[in-house]
Nanobody, 117 residues
Framework: QVQPVESGGGLVQAGGSLRVSCKAS???????????MAWYRQAPGKDRELVAT???????NYADSVKGRFTVSRDNANKKIHLQMNSLKPEDTAVYYC????????WGQGTQVTVSS
């Protein structure tokens, strides 16, 4: 079973930037490359929500709340995806997870992003 590992979170002031990453080590490379990958986040007391998706050929889509501030990218050779987050807001505070767009893999531990006002 594939369980991605997220990293790169931290504490940042509003207006700052962070880059989080995810590696799907146990995925077969060809399988990873065939997947639409996604970033999700879950804030305290809220449901997990979709933040961004990226296809094999790096076509992207974003939630309205992050459009223009976040950029998702992928490194197929290393089975990684990244999320560059700029102009962070306190409401971006959440645990960030990656998975496929259909959530077919096990959830990792996530990485905590905290934005202070």
């Amino acid at each position: 079973q594939v369980q991605p590992v997220e990293s790169g979170g931290g504490l940042v002031q509003a207006g700052g930037s962070l880059r989080v990453s995810c590696k799907a080590s146990r995925a077969i490379t060809s399988v990873f490359n065939s997947k639409i990958m996604a970033w999700y986040r879950q804030a305290p007391g809220k449901d997990r929500e979709l933040v961004a998706t990226i296809t094999r050929l790096s076509s992207t889509n974003y939630a309205d709340s992050v459009k223009g501030r976040f950029t998702v990218s992928r490194d197929n050779a290393n089975k990684k995806i990244h999320l560059q987050m700029n102009s962070l807001k306190p409401e971006d505070t959440a645990v960030y997870y990656c998975n496929t767009d259909t959530r077919e893999w096990s959830w990792g531990q996530g990485t905590q992003v905290t934005v202070s006002s």
